[in-house]
């Protein structure tokens, strides 16, 4: 077990080490750069100015050259400084990304506390009026797009019944977090159930049809014990494997929600510093977002140990 999980993280940092060569190339391709926006925003430094701040910068260096010593420095826990904010690139994630960690993580448990047991009782079900309403929500969660059910719940509970306040992140003077959270939450969570009650359903069916399942009911199993112990268990491991690809997003966040209700998460501060040409920043959250997500699968390994013993790591 040891073993297999040494060599998972392994290969994760390889991974991260060729993505961030990667990242950091794509970037450094894009159209223009830090000099020629502040070329741009001041007509008084001349090409002399220029080509001094690009040697000062480093930009003059191949793109080998500059990733290196990029790499050196972000080992020793220094990502720059970030063009936009004035400010370290650590410091500037800091907010965002406990802002993200709280909506993204909350809509997430939200979504699965809803849609599982769904799921499971649909699955154990299928075919009656309850598995037919179970895949009407689905649909319905699967098919709104995520900036029209967040515009009509502002509409309703901000506007017309004025429970809950619109947008932003805290009240005038600090405080209120809680409330602010509700209609997005609620936006990502009715858009999260729909798909993972689809996969828990599918699963439980196609689990409660395998012969083991037949053989532990020809013993004596009582069908509660059949499902909750035995099929469960076994249904849980592809849903597993979608929460785990979904942990990139998660971290990530949502530009759209996050747009739609002036959230400051790290869904707009990735847009915010790829349109701004905010190369440290960019490639600091970018790889942040690889980073978990090559975090969440190796975890979603040790989950399918834990959930099928049949499985085993050597």
Known sequence: MLRHLAGRIGQSAVVLLI?????????GLMPGDPIDLMIS??????PADAERLRRVYGLDQPLLGRWWAWLGAALSGDFGHSRLYARPVLE?????LVNTLLLMGTALTLSLA???PLGV?????????????ANLLAFAGISMPVFWLGLMLIVLFAVRLGWLPASGVEAVGGGDRARHMVLPVL?????GIGQHLRYMRAAMIETLRQDW???????????RRVVLRHALRHALTPVATVVALEAGALFSGALITETVFAWPGMGKLIYDSVMGNDFNLALATLLLATAVTLAANVAADLAYAALDPRI???
């Not at 925003?41 to 001349?46: E, G």
């Not at 936006?187 to 858009?191: P, Q």
């Open 114 to 116: 809803v849609a599982l």
């Open 92 to 96: 500037v994630m800091a907010a965002p």
């Open 41 to 46: 925003s001041n007509p008084k430094l001349t």
């Open 213 to 223: 399942i037949r053989t532990a009911r020809a013993k004596g199993l009582s069908w």
């Open 19 to 27: 993505m961030s060569f990667v990242v950091y190339g794509l970037i």
């Open 312 to 314: 085993t790591w050597r």
């Open 187 to 191: 936006t990502l969570a009715l858009a």
């Open 121 to 133: 009782l649909a699955g154990t079900r299928p075919g009656s009026w309850f598995d037919r309403a």
